[in-house]
């Protein structure tokens, strides 16, 4: 079992940027390959960015490659997604989420693939 709390959200003006944190407690923080997902009003929960168990390997959709990275420091058990050029279009709850039993070096990008999920923080930004 392992619980997700994230931090971070906020209003920001289109162009700018944020860095969300997610602390994690409970089991053993390495033992989870890590995710973001958002899910904007109206529309269905999208995943964003994900790494592996090893960390080594990082995925992000292509709507934000380029612009967002995902990144972890196991000594604080906390993965981080920061977030570039932001868009209006960016506006929605991002969650963190993690998933157990992956292979070493494989992030996962389903929603499905995930145990446990973070209650959300709101980022939004105007244009």
């Known amino acids: 079992q392992v619980t997700l709390v994230e931090s971070g959200g906020g209003l920001v003006q289109a162009g700018g940027s944020l860095r969300l944190s997610c602390a994690a407690s409970g089991r053993t923080f390495s033992s989870y390959a890590m995710g973001w997902f958002r899910q904007a009003p109206g529309k269905e929960r999208e995943f964003v960015c994900a790494s592996s168990r090893s960390r080594y390997v990082t995925y992000c959709a292509d709507s934000v490659k380029g612009r967002f990275t995902i990144s972890n420091d196991n000594a604080k058990d906390t993965v981080f997604l920061q977030m570039n050029s932001l868009k209006p279009e960016d506006t929605a709850v991002y969650y963190c989420?993690?998933?157990?039993?992956?292979?070493?070096?494989?992030?996962?990008?389903?929603?499905?693939?995930?145990?446990?999920w973070g209650q959300g923080t709101q980022v939004t930004v105007s244009s």
């Open positions: 989420a993690a998933s157990q039993g992956r292979s070493y070096n494989s992030p996962a990008r389903e929603q499905y693939d995930y145990n446990y």
